[in-house]
Structure formats: structure tokens, C-alpha cells
Nanobody
Framework: QVQLVESGGGLVQSGGSVRLSCLAS????????MGWYRQAPGKQRELVAT???????NYADFVKGRFTISRDNAKNTVYLQMNSLKPEDTAVYIC???????????????????WGQGTQVTVSS
């Protein structure tokens, strides 16, 4: 079964930088879209950034100019470079893989969404 594992979260000062990674493991043929979402306590989950297999990116307005999403298709890995962090960026950052083409139960299967467990990013003020 395909799994997503995030890494790179932690405690950082306001204005600092963090680089998150998300590795998709399993028998994977391709992932149409990978992205990052975040959820702060008492808040709705919100999209941070996405990137397609062709490299097309989409960013939430609140991170434009500060965050950069990238991916390595060969490694089935997506990254989020987070610069100029603000206290309001504090959240659990969750990796998403949308339309995961994989080998499953003896056949090719396209899973709509797979989510990671999340990694905590805390930005101190």
C-alpha cells in the first residue's frame, strides 16, 4: 500500500526557513498532483501549494513569494521550501498525493487521494 511520510518540521524563529519533504512509498507508476496542506488548531485545513507531474504549481495567496513547492517524480517526493516564516504559519503540514497510479491487489489502480500523517511546524514570535 502506498504511504506518505513527511519530514523536516520543527521549531523555527520568525523570519527563518524550513524545508519539508514528503516521500511516497510503494509500487507507484505516477502521481498526478502532489501538494501541501496545513491545519492550525481551531482552523480549517487549507491548501498551501500543489504541483502537478508536469511541474505546474499553484500557491495560496498567503505564501506567494515565501514558499516554493517542487517535486522529484523519479523519487516520488515533494518538497516545500518555506522562507520568511511567520508565527501564523504555525500548523501541522500535511502532504497530499492526488491520483496515485499504483500496483494494488494485482492490478493497476488509481487512488484518488492519499494523505500523510503531518509534520508540525512551529514558528516562534
Amino acid at each position: 500500500q502506498v504511504q506518505l511520510v513527511e519530514s523536516g518540521g520543527g521549531l523555527v524563529q520568525s523570519g527563518g526557513s524550513v524545508r519539508l519533504s514528503c516521500l511516497a512509498s510503494g509500487i507507484i507508476f505516477g502521481i498526478n498532483t502532489m501538494g501541501w496542506y496545513r491545519q492550525a488548531p481551531g482552523k480549517q485545513r487549507e491548501l498551501v501549494a500543489t504541483i502537478t507531474s508536469g511541474g505546474r504549481t499553484n500557491y495560496a495567496d498567503f505564501v506567494k513569494g515565501r514558499f516554493t513547492i517542487s517535486r522529484d517524480n523519479a523519487k516520488n517526493t515533494v518538497y516545500l521550501q518555506m522562507n520568511s516564516l511567520k508565527p501564523e504559519d504555525t500548523a501541522v503540514y500535511i502532504c497530499n498525493a492526488h491520483r496515485v497510479s499504483q500496483y494494488y491487489r494485482g492490478a493497476i489502480y488509481s487512488e484518488r487521494d492519499r494523505w500523510g500523517q503531518g509534520t508540525q511546524v512551529t514558528v516562534s514570535s
